[in-house]
């Protein structure tokens, strides 16, 4: 079975412009999770979905946005990019309770210029 | 509020010396879940284990144990003669009333394996 996968791997951008990020979860998982890893630190919560509806939401500005689509991947969009975006952005998913938690992918490693 | 601490930035031990791994923890709800995942040189989160508040039951699976204490709200991670293939950055998190509500990371531990 595939893992949760996420695109791009890396990606450059200027400050001012507008990224989108991707990720496909796991066959059968509904609940999808984003975090972003500032270099040094430990990941930190963005948004939850559950069956597309927004679950939850960290504590970040407007610019970052999230949405969930009808077979479960989602995107996380990032308007007015600022050099402190750049970060590793980690997609989890996860059924609704298991006890295995969740499942991260690889990441997308943005840098913002 | 939640916050897990991982008072240990970095950790360098020899090949097949026993490593222990802190996390202390806050949180003011009697239901959370405490994790510890593996973050290799290649990004992703690996999952470790998950261990819920009710249980203080200690856990080994093969090289690796955990010492779970609400009284010092900690929940330390052990690895027995480690490996240079044990070598990355370890996160401890906190998941409160249930399993599945956001995770609040610690900033990790780097451990270096050195051969």
């Known amino acids: 079975d595939a893992g949760v996968t996420q695109s791009p791997t890396h990606l450059i951008k200027t400050r001012g412009q507008h990224v989108t990020l991707r990720c496909s979860p796991i066959?059968?998982?509904?609940?999808v999770s984003w975090y972003q890893q500032v270099l040094g630190q430990g990941p930190q919560f963005i948004f939850q979905?559950?069956?597309?509806?927004?679950?939850g939401r960290g504590n970040f500005p407007d610019r970052f946005s999230a949405r969930q689509f009808p077979n479960y991947s989602s995107e996380l969009n990032v308007n007015a990019l600022l050099l402190g975006d750049s970060a590793l952005y980690l997609c989890?998913?996860?059924?609704?309770?298991?006890?295995?938690?969740?499942?991260f992918g690889s990441g997308t490693r943005l840098t913002v210029v | 509020a939640q916050k897990v601490t991982q008072a240990q930035t970095e950790i360098s031990v020899v090949e097949k010396e026993d490593v222990t791994l802190d996390c202390v923890y806050e949180?003011?709800?009697?239901?959370?879940?405490l994790f510890w995942y593996k973050q290799p040189p290649s990004g992703e989160l690996v999952f470790l284990i998950r261990r819920n508040s009710f249980d203080e039951q200690n856990e080994i699976s093969g090289r690796y144990s955990w010492n779970f204490q609400k009284s010092t709200s900690s929940f330390n991670f052990t690895i027995t003669a480690s490996q240079v293939v044990d070598s990355a950055v370890y996160f401890c998190a906190l998941s409160e009333r249930s399993g599945n509500t956001p995770l609040v990371f610690g900033k990790g531990t780097r451990l270096s394996v050195i051969a």
């Open positions: 949180t003011r709800d009697t239901t959370y879940y």
């Open positions: 979905y559950y069956e597309k509806e927004e679950r």
């Open positions: 989890a998913s996860s059924l609704i309770d298991s006890i295995y938690g969740y499942t």
């Open positions: 066959s059968g998982h509904k609940s």
